[in-house]
């Protein structure tokens, strides 16, 4: 389309010049009328009345100032004198990823953060004396500041945490929440419309992290220890006092006979239904103590000494 334009005005321009030196008026007027008809709308609509895509905005700069004037929405626009179109940059949703890794946390441990950002950039929005800093970074990108805003309020965050409610249960979520109302405070004076912030990922140093996971893995042990007393306790209440003492005296039996005391059980104490041991001379002999749970060999129910023996 370039090239057929620049062969048209050639030909028009070696047209009206051989009409001129010819002093044919006539053909140089109706050269001239064709010539307009021809390249005055394209001249309209590069020049006089722009058209902006739709999610974009047009940098106008003034031509002899080299100053930036406006911002143009989607749609036709009107030029004013002096005024041209540097750059359309696009306003539509997009997203930057990043990573911050200067951040600490309130006890000084170094954290090192991969987030995302999904931001939208809205024109009207700017600040009037940012204006023309914005436009000139959308001339090249507009990611270096959100880098750099980002990082800052990443810095802060988790400056304002330690390393406990950093590894919390849920941390994470509360962590972006709090990140995203910080950084769309941080962005709304330049236009950018913060739609979403992600923590992608929170890195700790390893001696921290085992640290924590043993602090985790001892939490879950009390948690487990209280939830089978809780257990114990509710078992236990279904019990009568006599119940009780009944399994007091068995427990202390069988703790009795672990240190290998031989002991007598006495029959009300029995709960189960399988058959009594063989029960030996001695302890036959110390069965007749009744009315008493713990039992010690007599002296006459033991076995003779053989010095004793030979002494009489």
């Known amino acids: 389309m370039k090239t057929f334009r620049m062969i048209a005005a050639l030909a028009f321009v070696f047209s009206a010049l051989a009409a001129a030196l010819t002093g044919n008026g006539v053909v140089l007027g109706l050269l001239i009328v064709a010539a307009l008809m ?38 036709r626009h009107w030029l004013r004198p ?24 309130d006890g000084g441990v170094a954290v090192a953060v991969k987030w995302s950002l999904t931001y939208r950039l809205n024109p009207t929005a700017v600040d009037q004396e940012l204006r ?62 913060t739609h979403r912030v992600m923590l992608k990922s929170i890195v ?44 007091l005296q068995l427990r202390q039996l069988q703790e009795l006979g672990q240190h290998g005391v031989t002991l007598h059980v006495p029959g009300y104490a029995v709960m189960s239904a399988q058959p009594q041991p063989t029960v030996s001379h001695w302890q036959s002999a110390s069965g007749r103590r009744a009315n008493s749970h713990f039992y010690k060999p007599l002296p006459s129910d033991q076995a003779p000494d053989p010095l004793n023996q030979a002494n009489n």
């Open 132 to 193: 023309p800093n914005v436009a000139n970074m959308l001339l090249k990108s507009i990611e270096p500041m959100l880098h750099n805003h980002v990082n800052n309020c990443v810095t802060y965050l988790f400056d304002q945490h330690t390393v406990t409610t950093v590894c919390d249960h849920g941390a994470r979520q509360r962590l972006e929440r709090e990140l995203r109302d910080l950084v769309a405070q941080r962005l709304a004076p330049f236009g950018v419309q």
């Open 204 to 247: 700790l140093p390893d001696e921290v992290m085992a640290a924590v996971e043993a602090a985790h893995k001892q939490e879950m042990l009390a948690h487990s220890e209280a939830r089978a007393l809780e257990r114990l306790h509710q078992a236990v209440s279904k019990f009568s006092d006599s119940d009780m003492e009944r399994l």
């Open 38 to 75: 021809v390249f005055g709308p394209w001249f309209v609509d590069k020049y006089l009345w722009v058209r902006i895509p739709a999610m974009s905005t047009g940098l106008v700069y003034n031509v002899e100032t080299k100053a930036f004037s406006r911002f143009l929405l989607p749609g």
């Open 82 to 105: 002096l005024e041209h179109i540097k750059k359309v940059a696009s306003i539509a949703p997009s997203f930057v990823n990043g990573e911050c890794g200067r951040a600490q946390t």
